[in-house]
């Protein structure tokens, strides 16, 4: 099976930084794409940002040119470096990853969430 542990959440002042890291264990034979998903309190979970195999990055509106995702494959791992960070970012984020197994079955594996609060 997939284990996946996310972390790096934190307490940061605003116009800090944080850098997520989510990693994944088991039976795969590629990861596809990745992302990062956040949940504040009381709201739906949003999509903040994607990268696929070859690279190619996608970012909701409100973290562009703030945030950077990356990946390192070697490590089966996904990235998010978040900068200037606002209070408005503070949140549970999740990653997600697709993953597809030795069997060439394909499923996507949740990370358990990491607490990022901005204060002012």
């Known amino acids: 099976q997939v284990h996946v542990v996310g972390s790096g959440g934190g307490l940061v002042q605003a116009g800090g930084s944080l850098r997520l890291s989510c990693a994944a264990s088991?039976?795969?034979?590629?990861?596809?794409?990745m992302a990062w998903y956040r949940q504040a309190p009381g709201k739906q979970r949003e999509l903040v940002a994607t990268?696929?195999?070859?690279?190619?990055?996608n970012y909701a509106d409100s973290v562009k040119g703030r945030f950077t995702i990356s990946r390192d494959n070697a490590k089966n791992t996904v990235y998010l470096q978040m900068n200037s960070l606002k209070r408005e970012d503070t949140a549970v984020y999740y990653c997600?990853?697709?993953?597809?197994?030795?069997?060439?079955?394909?499923?996507?594996?949740w990370g358990q969430g990491t607490q990022v609060t901005v204060s002012s």
């Open positions: 997600n990853i697709e993953v597809l197994g030795n069997t060439m079955i394909r499923n996507y594996y």
């Open positions: 990268i696929n195999s070859g690279g190619s990055t």
């Open positions: 088991g039976n795969i034979f590629r990861i596809n794409d």
